[in-house]
Nanobody, 115 residues
């Protein structure tokens, strides 16, 4: 069953901004790290942002400086995206652990379309 739910995907113009939310029905074990991925049309799924303990964040090079991953609540985290480009179009997924053994689960994705 689905344990993470993404939301916030939309159709926007290039240069616009969106904030994606990943929500769990329970406590997210941030000590295991939280991640965002995307799958662009015709391409493999790619990891784009990771946040580990101590607010250690890493980004894929083509989104660095434009995207920000954050967690401000026990049960959700975000991906704030600015200066969106047409090549950012894709299905965005979140990944996190809901237990302290770092068994990761995924959401079903939210669509971002930039034109």
């Amino acid at each position: 069953h689905v344990q993470l739910v993404e939301s916030g995907g939309d159709s926007v113009r290039a240069g616009g901004s969106l904030t994606l939310t990943c929500r769990a029905g329970t406590f997210i074990h941030a000590s295991c790290g939280v991640l965002w991925h995307r799958q662009r049309p015709g391409k493999e799924r790619e990891q784009i942002a990771t946040r580990n303990t101590g607010n250690n964040v890493q980004y894929r090079r083509d989104v660095e400086g434009r995207f920000t991953i954050s967690q401000v609540a026990y049960d959700k985290f975000y991906l704030h995206m600015t200066d969106l480009k047409t090549e950012d179009t894709g299905l965005y997924f979140c990944e996190a652990s809901l237990d302290d053994d770092c068994n990761y689960v995924w959401g079903q994705g939210t669509q971002v379309t930039v034109s």
